[in-house]
């Protein structure tokens, strides 16, 4: 397997772990109860950033090279670039609901759910598509010179202000966001049990 397919398995397996928090903290809301919505708004945050900053741009350059070596191959995958479009767009849409909440205005409960809802499932489709089309196809079709055309156009579109310290905040506000989870589900645990 290509190093880079690894490296975008790995971000999908920590998008698929916030996304299971914003499924979490949704579950809180359809009970009617209060989800932390600071936990939204970090999740946002990583979202707003790191996958446009760091992951799209690795899956367009496969999906391009992709393109320019088997043109049929991948129009059956579908419009990939086309789709992390879209996916900022529902981003933007679930963000703006929360920050509605937070700014204490009229929402229905409704137009919430479906805007999280929304980003939660498509961001799944997804990432299942490119699971099984995108990497498998990448995979049988390019060649070494393709990989390493790929590496190449990737390093070349690194921002150097990004390596290092912005890699960290990254890393950072992922387990900031996993383990402030974690303490919320734990007292929302203690506060069931006093009940």
Known sequence: MSRMIEILHEEHRNIARLLGVIERELNVFDRRERPDYEIFQAVIQYFKEYPELCHHPKEDVVYQILKERNPAVAGAVGDIEAE??????????????????????????????????????????????????????????????????????????????????????????????????????????RAAAIR
Do not use: C
């Open 84 to 189: 992390h479009v879209l996916e900022g767009e529902r981003l933007g849409r679930f963000a703006q609901v929360v920050n509605d909440v937070l700014a204490d205005q009229e929402l229905p409960r409704q137009t919430f759910h479906a805007a999280a809802t929304e980003f939660l499932e498509h961001q799944r489709r997804h990432m299942a598509k490119e699971e099984q089309l995108l990497f498998p196809a990448a995979l049988e079709t390019l060649t070494a010179e393709d990989w390493a055309k790929i590496d190449s156009r990737i390093e070349a579109s690194k921002d150097p202000m990004f390596d290092g310290e912005t890699a960290n905040r990254f890393h950072n506000l992922y387990a900031t966001i996993l383990r402030w989870e974690q303490e919320t589900e734990e007292d929302r645990g």
